[in-house]
Structures are given as structure tokens and as C-alpha cells.
């Protein structure tokens, strides 16, 4: 158990729906970490936060949006579905030091979302 | 570009004996952070180990080492003393720097280890 909690665990939708997964870092943790991992694009770093703030982007598209609250937990909200968003999604967490880039992330359990 | 290239799509192993999971990767950068996890069929992604560019030593952690050679730019995976329960996805991954503790990493496309009885 990694420490980071993601709900929910599964979700199913349609094309055109909006859906919020959330993400609770590990305890202490400062800096958050969205991801995706689908078939055919494999594991792509979405977007990460930091104490609330936004601290780097990756491959996120406009449809999609993150935030980050006071109390460090994180949602990922994924609008105007297409099949293509069908992926397992991934939240990390590190401890957000000033070098964050030699801080282990530790992975949640994953959200797998289904849009039909 | 950064850029991590595992050459290994998939692997048989016969349980107890040590394999090595090949890893290269490509970058400008002098600082970075280089990782791998495991990822079983249940899905989630398991940290194993993690090796700075600046360390001198090869990182190591309990049955996993990683062989880094800075010049050759890899950081292949040991496994020691294989178990069946080893049988998984391995990824290899880099981290980056950014500016005030932004960080992202790259993956592999990752090499699927089987292992034998």
C-alpha cells in the first residue's frame, strides 16, 4: 500500500459526460502528480501540483482540468468524454522538496475509466 | 529530447535465476532521477527503485539493483533470485527538473517479465 488513494476504482460513462476522480496524496506529501496510461499512447504525465498550485503540464488536453485543494487532496475532472479518454488514470505523490525531480512518486491504485 | 527506451517487450525467465531488464534513456540535462516500477496485472504501479545522476554508486534494494552507466546513458534493472510472483510489467522512468519543485516523468514502454516454474 502505497499510501495514495484514489476513488473511485472503476467508472463507466458515455461520449460527451463529464467525470471527477479524485486523489488523496500520502500523508506530509506537498506535490501531486496526475496520469494516464492507455493501450496505445502508454503511461503520460498529465499535470502536477504543488501545495495548490500548478507546477508542470504535460500531455493534458483543454478538455481536461486539475486542482489541487488547501488540504493537499487533488481532483483530475475529464469533460466532453471521447472513447479515446478510456485509460487507467493515475495520481502520485512526493514529498515536493525543493528537487523534486529525485523524489520517489509513489502511485495510487489507479482510476480504470470506460467511456462507452 | 528526453527520451527512455526499453528494447525488451516481453521476457521468459525460469524462476530463481537473475535477469536484467535493459533501460537506455536520452537527455541534455545533468541532473535527473531515474526509477522503476513494477506494475502486476491487479494494475497498480509498485516503486522499486531509484538512482540519482549524481550518485557514484549503483542503487540497490533487496533482490533489485540497477546498473547505471552514465556514459552509455542505461540503467538496466537486476533481478536477483527471480520468484514467480515477479511475473509483472517493469517500467523504467526519468524524472526532470523544473523550476520550483515542478517534476515530471517519462516512461518507458515498458518490458512484460514472465516467469517460469
Known amino acids: 500500500d502505497s499510501g495514495v488513494t484514489q476513488t473511485p476504482k472503476h467508472l463507466i460513462t458515455a461520449t460527451g459526460q463529464r467525470v471527477t476522480l479524485r486523489c488523496s496524496p500520502r500523508?506530509?506529501?506537498?506535490?501531486v502528480y496526475w496520469y494516464q496510461q492507455s493501450l496505445d499512447q502508454g503511461l503520460q504525465f498529465l499535470i502536477q501540483y504543488y501545495n495548490g498550485e500548478e507546477r508542470a503540464k504535460g500531455n493534458i488536453l483543454e478538455r481536461f482540468s486539475a486542482q489541487q485543494f488547501p488540504d493537499l487532496h487533488s481532483e483530475l475532472n475529464l469533460s466532453s468524454l471521447e472513447l479515446g479518454d478510456s485509460a487507467l488514470y493515475f495520481c502520485?505523490?512526493?514529498?515536493?522538496?525543493?528537487?523534486?525531480?529525485?523524489?520517489?512518486?509513489?502511485f495510487g491504485p489507479g482510476t480504470r475509466l470506460l467511456v462507452l | 529530447a528526453q527520451k527512455i527506451t526499453q528494447t525488451q517487450p516481453g521476457m521468459f525467465v525460469q524462476e530463481k535465476e537473475a535477469v536484467t531488464l535493459d533501460c537506455t534513456y536520452d537527455t541534455s540535462d545533468p541532473s535527473y532521477g531515474l526509477f522503476w516500477y513494477k506494475q502486476p496485472s491487479s494494475g497498480e504501479m509498485i516503486f522499486l527503485i531509484y538512482q540519482g545522476s549524481y550518485d557514484q554508486q549503483n542503487a540497490t534494494e533487496g533482490r533489485y539493483s540497477l546498473n547505471f552507466q552514465k556514459a552509455r546513458k542505461s540503467a538496466n534493472l537486476v533481478i536477483s533470485a527471480s520468484q514467480l510472483g515477479d511475473s509483472a510489467m517493469y517500467f523504467c522512468?526519468?524524472?526532470?527538473?523544473?523550476?520550483?519543485?515542478?517534476?515530471?516523468?517519462?516512461f518507458g514502454s515498458g518490458t512484460r517479465l514472465s516467469i517460469r516454474p
Open positions: 502520485a505523490s512526493s514529498a515536493g522538496l525543493r528537487d523534486s525531480h529525485q523524489e520517489t512518486q509513489y
Open positions: 500523508s506530509g506529501d506537498l506535490s
Open positions: 522512468a526519468m524524472s526532470q527538473p523544473g523550476y520550483s519543485s515542478a517534476s515530471k516523468i517519462i
